[in-house]
């Protein structure tokens, strides 16, 4: 069995010490030593005499660790309401959704009255993330080829996005 008393003797100071070079003020790390001595009181049975400086350790380091986090989330636990109304909502909303399909469909109307072979090297390019070179073997050209195909394939879609209608502006 544990001799609490010699142990708080033997320790207490360092604990103390220990948990202010962590970071903690003076007054949370006594509280942090009384907690640290209350728990080990509640476990001290189960404990051999040699172990009771490495639990008080332990323990005072777990507890540092969890006031560190109660301390870090405070803020957050506050007036919920208050923080929360100064946080974006992530979720496009209904009108940026509905302008951003529409671009989207302009988008593949777009891309399907590209030439076959600039329609191939920008979805490989796009939509698969090859490489110029990856895209010449499977299409048996060069890879100055397949980024020429490809600087042309987005210059058309450029021109024919720059009108409402994804036509360029042409009727």
């Given at each position: 069995m544990c001799d609490l008393g010699g142990l708080f003797r033997a320790?207490?100071?360092e604990l103390l010490r220990f948990l202010v070079?962590?970071?903690a003020s003076r007054e949370t790390a006594a509280d942090i030593v009384q907690e640290s001595f209350e728990r080990m009181l509640r476990t001290a049975p189960a404990l051999d005499a040699g172990d009771g400086r490495a639990?008080?350790?332990?323990?005072a380091a777990n507890l540092a660790a969890d006031q560190g986090r109660r301390t870090r989330l405070a803020p957050l636990a506050g007036d919920g309401e208050a923080i929360l109304s100064g946080v974006a909502d992530p979720a496009p909303s209904?009108?940026?959704s509905l302008?951003?399909?529409?671009e989207l469909r302009r988008l593949a109307a777009a891309i399907d009255t590209l030439p076959?072979?600039?329609r191939a090297v920008f979805l490989m390019a796009r939509i698969d993330g090859l490489t110029f070179v990856e895209i010449g073997r499977r299409l048996g050209i060069s890879p100055k080829t397949a980024f020429s195909h490809l600087t042309h394939a987005l210059e058309l879609l450029r021109a024919r996005m720059a009108g409402p209608d994804g036509n360029g502006g042409a009727p």
């Open positions: 320790y207490g100071q070079r962590r970071g639990y008080l350790f332990r323990t209904p009108e940026a302008l951003s399909r529409d076959p072979r600039a």
